[in-house]
């Protein structure tokens, strides 16, 4: 027998069993967190926010969801569903004192950031709105699956739903608009779960956007596929299964994304380091406690027949045991052992920088003069080309990567490509399924392929200019970056991104030419990548891609055509390892270590400096985390001067760093003083003859090589 929603839609009914269950999951998880406020007072939790007034409709949602089945992008406050799903009082305990045995996190993040590969949660983070994209991701790779064939190879359900929640505050940021965006044009299976609890910690929804009411604003998208549902009353639990179960209901049949609003409350402060009496009048408090789901709702049982006041009273206590031996187990566990702290910021089963990735000098050998030499620009497509062909996962997705994408033009255009054509003719090739356009929004492009890469896809991604990469920022250092150390290794999203970078450009401007690898190489968990040959590129670009890190691969946007930069193509098998360094040139009288653009600009110097009696030793690093410090090592015991350089401005650029390391650990290798080669302290001009003087020139580099061989 089903009943209807009012709407027309048929509703399973909730037996006195499942009502009780809803119930011990309400109780329970406002059992925990008070056990936890007990324990932050007594100095053995060291942070707590709660989820309080917010569990019923989260409770509801478990009853209408399938762990490790469906995913879940939950937030600090989803503690009733967490426990609903599976995660013990206990693990939620051992995460609460920052344990070693805290299976999600092994003591590394903050109490309530629940994670679990079983039951498909996704490692939670503390950055607000994150996980929009990230679960759109996750979805999208649903519909990639069953576009390429490869769902069963992959693991992934075609009937999942992706349930990604957050509070009112969150939908201020613009990666939820993006995320609404992305789930709606592509008609994916995600459902957005929005507790409105009134407070972005002491600021109102209606500081946060128009009306207060975010679904409201989100009803002239329904047209267009996404089902919105407001006004729900989540301290309900009834009310909020009836909504939660339409909602899953329109996610899974695929019908398009899907949006709920409750209304909870928050009778508890935002968090032990918050005091709600400083903003919120004592009438809202009491009216705020009035609706207390742990208060009404068992009331209601008891209305219903469910349970009488005894019997749930005697509820009430079992679960209070329950979460007092949870407690006591856990205070027990062992602290994080401080030896850990290096590990899982990269792959321990994937090494990028080992003899397996080095092929270099053995398949160098084998080319010939007769062959085709071909730009960076061609090998990188090339490259692509041929790992696309071998791995059937890569997708390559970005602002105007496709060909084009009208699909019943092709055979009509020649295809764009990317603005350098690096990915031309990928799309004809491999389809429209594995390489298409995005928005143009960067942290959408990161945040989606995260979501790609944590279904089993190798996104390669393209942010079309490094000086609009800021969008994505958060993605890629509070987010990708910090992935699989966060969680302990649990989780992990192994992509590259490419980014055309630098100048030397003839009229790039302030906003085409700018560089800032330091900004990135300064990201613990993210391999940078930055090659200044083609044949470099093509080589660090196939380890990239497989590899099992987030890779950022910074292509010097002046090389990618250059003449002297042509080289041959070193076929399929031709990998150089990330931290190996190449010796461009031999030198006996001082040593440059360079990068990039400013690799051919010191040989050119060097060649001149010759003349003079200057012998000038150069050794391109290639790649930038890691880096090869014992090439550099080598060169400078050698020649016992040294110039570190690249294209980037001087003051705290990447040049400072390994300035520092070599006085720290050669000191008395040297013979004079560490000297540095970079662009001024200021943006890069549009004028040429300004961007000359702004750039290191060929003319500086022998400047610097005189006046470091006089010393």
């Not at 609003?261 to 809202?284: C, G, I, M, N, W």
């Not at 490509?417 to 959408?444: C, I, M």
């Not at 390892?577 to 051919?600: D, E, Q």
Request: charged fraction near 20%; include cysteine.
């Amino acid at each position: 027998m089903v009943s209807e929603d009012g709407l027309g839609h048929d509703l399973k009914p909730l037996s006195s069993g499942q009502r009780l269950a809803l119930f011990r999951n309400i109780y329970a998880a406002r059992r925990i967190d008070d056990r936890e406020i007990a324990g932050k007072r007594q100095n053995k939790v060291f942070f707590q926010i709660n989820g309080a007034g917010h569990e019923a409709v989260q409770a509801a949602a478990v009853m209408c969801l399938r762990p490790g089945h469906d995913w879940f992008f939950l937030y600090y406050r989803d503690r009733a569903l967490a426990y609903g799903l599976g995660i013990s009082a206990k693990d939620m305990f051992l995460g609460s004192v920052g344990s070693s045995l805290d299976p999600a996190t092994g003591g590394r993040q903050m109490p309530t950031h629940w994670t679990s590969p079983k039951l498909n949660i996704f490692a939670c983070s503390s950055t607000t709105g994150t996980q929009f994209l990230q679960a759109v991701g996750v979805a999208e790779g649903v519909l990639r699956a069953e576009q390429g064939g490869l769902t069963e190879a992959l693991g992934i359900h075609s009937d999942s739903v992706v349930l990604a929640t957050s509070g009112e505050g969150t939908c201020s940021e613009g990666e939820f608009w993006e995320a609404i965006n992305c789930a709606v044009n592509l008609k994916l299976p995600v459902l957005f779960l929005i507790q409105d609890n009134g407070y972005a910690i002491s600021t109102p929804s209606s500081v946060q956007y128009a009306g207060a009411d975010i679904a409201a604003l989100l009803k002239g998208w329904e047209p267009h596929g996404l089902l919105v549902i407001d006004d729900l009353d989540g301290c309900d639990p009834l009310a909020s299964y009836a909504a939660m179960q339409q909602a899953v209901s329109h996610v899974r049949q695929r019908k398009g994304p899907a949006l709920v609003r409750a209304k909870v409350v928050r009778p508890y402060s935002h968090s032990l380091s918050d005091d709600d009496h400083l903003y919120k009048t004592f009438e809202q408090r009491t009216a705020e406690a009035q609706r207390d789901p742990v208060v009404t709702y068992g009331q209601k049982l008891v209305e219903l027949g469910d349970l009488t006041e005894i019997t749930l009273e005697q509820l009430k206590s079992e679960i209070q045991v329950e979460i007092e031996g949870a407690w006591e187990a856990a205070e027990q566990a062992p602290a994080p052992e401080p030896a850990t702290v290096m590990r899982y910021l990269y792959s321990e089963e994937v090494d990028p920088t080992s003899p397996a990735f080095d092929t270099e000098d053995q398949l160098s050998a084998t080319l010939t003069t007769s062959d085709t030499q071909k730009t960076m620009i061609d090998l990188i497509n090339t490259t692509l080309k041929l790992e696309m062909g071998l791995d059937p996962r890569i997708l390559v997705f970005g602002e105007d990567v496709a060909d084009a994408t009208q699909e019943e033009i092709l055979k009509e255009v020649k295809g764009k490509g990317g603005v350098f054509k690096a990915t031309h003719g990928l799309q004809k090739a491999y389809g429209s399924h594995r390489v298409y356009n995005s928005p143009l929004a960067e942290a959408a492009i990161i945040g989606r392929a995260i979501g790609l890469a944590a279904q089993g896809f190798k996104p390669v991604v393209e942010i079309q200019f490094f000086d609009y990469i800021w969008p994505a920022m958060q993605q890629l250092r509070e987010e990708l970056a910090t992935l699989r150390w966060r969680s302990n290794n649990n989780f992990k999203a192994p992509m590259v991104v490419r980014v055309p970078i630098g100048g030397y450009l003839t009229g790039g401007g302030v906003y085409h030419s700018q560089c800032g690898e330091s900004i990135f190489t300064h990201i613990p968990g993210l391999r940078v990548v930055y090659p200044s040959t083609a044949r470099d590129a093509a080589g660090l670009l196939r380890t990239a891609i497989r590899c099992d890190d987030p890779v950022l691969f910074l292509e010097p946007k002046h090389l990618y055509r250059q003449t002297h930069n042509k080289d041959l193509d070193p076929g399929p098998d031709f990998l150089i390892p990330f931290g190996k360094a190449r010796l461009v040139r031999a030198g006996t009288g001082l040593s440059v270590i360079t990068y990039g653009s400013t690799v051919y600009r010191a040989f050119q110097a060097a060649q001149q400096a010759e003349a003079e009696g200057i012998s000038v030793e150069i050794v391109d690093l290639r790649s930038l985390n890691p880096y090869d410090w014992s090439a550099i090592q080598r060169t400078v015991q050698k020649t016992h001067r040294v110039i570190v350089a690249h294209e980037d401005t001087r003051s705290w650029g990447y040049g400072a760093e390994l300035a520092a390391r070599i006085a720290d650990e050669l000191f008395f290798d040297l013979d004079a003083p560490v000297r540095r080669v970079a662009a001024l302290d200021t943006w890069v001009a549009y004028h040429p003859h300004l961007e000359d003087t702004i750039l290191p020139q060929s003319s500086h580099f022998l400047e610097a090589y005189r006046a470091l061989a006089q010393v």
